[in-house]
């Protein structure tokens, strides 16, 4: 059974950093890629960024291209989003996402 975990959300001032953890569990990481999306209120879930499974190539959102860092630790089965210098339309509820399963999510507010 699948199942993710997310954590690392919070409230930021503007141009600070949070570092997001998607805890993995009931698969080996390095097996599938990951996704992190968001949801903004009122708006539709958008994509962030992406980590395959077989290289590790990363894709990210234009909005988010520079700013953002997503990578993985295959030991500890977690996937990181490192986001720096958050503005206020970062403000979201974040979640990971692998094989059809979704985690519960992790606000993020970023205060201008």
């Known amino acids: 059974q699948v199942q993710l975990v997310e954590s690392g959300g919070g409230l930021v001032q503007a141009s600070g950093s949070l570092r997001l953890s998607c805890a993995a569990s009931?698969?080996?990481?390095?097996?599938?890629?990951i996704g992190w999306f968001r949801q903004a209120p009122g708006k539709e879930r958008e994509g962030v960024s992406c980590?395959?499974?077989?290289?590790?190539?990363?894709t990210y959102a234009d909005s988010v291209k520079g700013r953002f860092t997503i990578s993985r630790d295959n030991a500890k089965n977690t996937v990181y989003l490192q986001m720096n210098s958050l503005k206020s339309e970062d403000t979201a509820v974040y979640y990971c996402?692998?094989?059809?399963?979704w985690g519960q999510g992790t606000q993020v507010t970023v205060s201008s």
């Open positions: 980590i395959s499974s077989v290289d590790g190539t990363t």
């Open positions: 009931g698969f080996t990481l390095p097996d599938y890629a």
């Open positions: 996402t692998t094989k059809g399963a």
